[in-house]
Structures are given as C-alpha cells and as structure tokens.
C-alpha cells in the first residue's frame, strides 16, 4: 500500500516569499507522484507530476518540484508566491501499474498574507 | 467537452434519505473515479471504472453505497438510507489509460450535507 504525509498542515506566508510545501511518501513498488492544487469550493487541478525523467518538474505558473528517491520526497516550491497561490495544495502518489487511484495526503492550506 | 462535470454541485438532505449523484467524464476517457472528500481530510478512492466495469471497491464504500457506469460513459453514485457521516464532498475523476500521460482530471465535486 501507498501513504503520504504532508508534513505541514497550515502554511502562512507574505506575499512574493519563497515557500516549500513538504511532501514525504511510502510505498514498496513504484509510483508516480503529483501535485494537485484546491481553490474554495474547487475540484482539484493537477499542478505538476512526476512520471519519469528529471526529476525537476515545473508548472507554468511558477511551481516546481523535485522528485528525491532516497528520501522518498516531493517537495513543491515556488520562489516568490502571490495572492493568487492561496489555496490548498494535496500531494498524491499512484501506483504505475493496475488501477492508478491516487492516494493523498492530508493537504496543506497556503495562505498568502499582504 | 470541456472536462469533467459533476451534478449537483450540492445537496441537503434529510438523514435516512437516498441521493443520487451523477457524473459525466470527458468523453474519451475510459477509467472513472469516485473520491470522498471530508472537511480538513485529503480525497479517499471509493470506486473505479475501466469502462463500464466497477474493477474495485474501497472498504469505505459500504453496502448503503452503489455506483453504476451503464454504457461506460457517465455514472452514478447512490447512497441510500444517509448518515451524518455521509457528509462530505464527493468528487469525480476520469483518466485514459493506455496513453503516454497519467492524469486523473477532476470535476467540481458534489458538496453532500445531510441534516
């Protein structure tokens, strides 16, 4: 079985800091991993995913992520946040083969302050 | 087909009565989820489709809930007999496996209160 932790439940920040939404994950086959962003009273929107490759993904909106096996991380980042990133951010991971139904983790709520 | 769409958006009802949900993928995907959504939780699998076949059940999915794909397009989901503990955001998700890119798209979800 997969799980995910999102290590930080509330993460509040002045507008154009930096900020890193950490992301830790288990799993014993491999997965794929992404993360999906929740704006009030939203479904979710996939922001990036890891499949393969480098293992630095970007989203066109500033985000990036990078995939780090030894420490079965994903952490997102972005370098300087706007008003507009406040919402709740849910990493989920996936097994390659068979069903790929995502499991998430707890979620983390960015809020951007003025 | 602009994505996945999900109606109602939200439902109260009344404890011990059944709710019907009802979702429509995008059109050529042939996997379809079932998430539920509880406040201050991430989204937990119910169910999926490969097509119009139901391939998994999650242990949160008890006998009170049904769902139905009936000609792999849009599907259902029935909960009957509602508890309390139903109430949550019930979230929708299509995806086409066999292609180069695995990404579940999801709808707007259907925001259940059951009083």
């Known amino acids: 079985a997969q799980s995910v932790t999102q290590l930080d439940s509330q993460v509040p920040v002045f507008e154009e800091a930096p900020v890193e939404l950490r992301c830790n994950y288990s799993?014993?086959?491999?997965?794929?991993l992404f993360w999906y962003v929740q704006y009030p009273n939203q479904g979710l929107q996939l922001l990036l995913k890891y499949l393969s490759g480098s293992t630095l993904v970007e989203s066109i909106n500033g985000f990036e992520a990078e995939f780090n096996k030894s420490q079965t991380s994903f952490h997102l980042r972005k370098p300087s946040v706007h008003i507009s990133d406040t919402a709740e951010y849910f990493c989920a991971v996936t097994r390659i083969q068979g069903a790929q139904k995502l499991v998430f983790g707890q979620g983390t709520r960015l809020t951007i302050n003025p | 087909d602009t994505g996945v769409s999900q109606d109602p958006r939200h439902k109260i009802t009344k404890r011990g009565q059944n709710v019907t949900f009802r979702c429509d993928p995008i059109s050529e995907h042939n996997r379809l989820y079932w998430y539920r959504q509880t406040l201050g939780q991430g989204p937990e699998f119910l169910t999926y489709f490969q097509n119009e076949a139901q391939l998994e059940k999650s242990r949160l999915l008890s006998d009170r809930f049904s769902a139905e794909r009936p000609k792999g397009s849009f599907s259902t989901l029935e909960i009957q007999r509602t508890e309390q503990g139903d109430s949550a955001m019930y979230l929708c998700?299509?995806?086409?496996?066999?292609?180069?890119?695995?990404?579940?798209?999801f709808g707007q979800g259907t925001r259940l209160t059951v009083v």
């Open positions: 998700a299509s995806s086409l496996v066999g292609g180069v890119n695995t990404e579940a798209f």
């Open positions: 799993s014993s086959v491999s997965v794929y």
